[in-house]
């Protein structure tokens, strides 16, 4: 069982910036692919970001591209969601998720073998 614990995430005004981290419980982190995806109250649960087990290749929603990025850390075994240019509109809550297949990032959540209890992003207009 891997757990996935976020944190990172906080009441901003839109423009400001956070950055989210998400820290796995297993040795096998470096293996894995990971995503971060949003849920609205309201809404559908939304893919954000995921990036490969080498952090080599990285996909965006259309909605973030160029002011979030992914990243990770495998020596930590932790993933990070910079989230720069803030809008009302990313408000939600943000989940970590880990794809245990090693395939390339993927935006279906259906992929991902795990998943962390999420971390709440407010943004004030």
Do not use: H
């Amino acid at each position: 069982q891997v757990q996935l614990v976020e944190s990172g995430g906080g009441l901003v005004q839109a423009g400001d910036s956070l950055r989210l981290s998400c820290v796995a419980s297993t040795r096998t982190f470096g293996s894995y692919a990971m995503g971060w995806f949003r849920q609205a109250p309201g809404k559908e649960r939304e893919f954000v970001a995921a990036i490969n087990w080498s952090g080599t290749s990285t996909i965006y929603a259309d909605s973030v591209k160029g002011r979030f990025t992914i990243s990770r850390d495998n020596t930590k075994n932790t993933v990070y969601l910079q989230m720069n240019s803030l809008k009302p509109e990313d408000t939600a809550v943000y989940y970590c998720a880990a794809d245990i297949s090693r395939g390339r990032p993927s935006q279906r959540g259906p992929q991902y073998n795990y998943w962390g209890q999420g971390t709440q992003v407010t943004v004030s207009s």
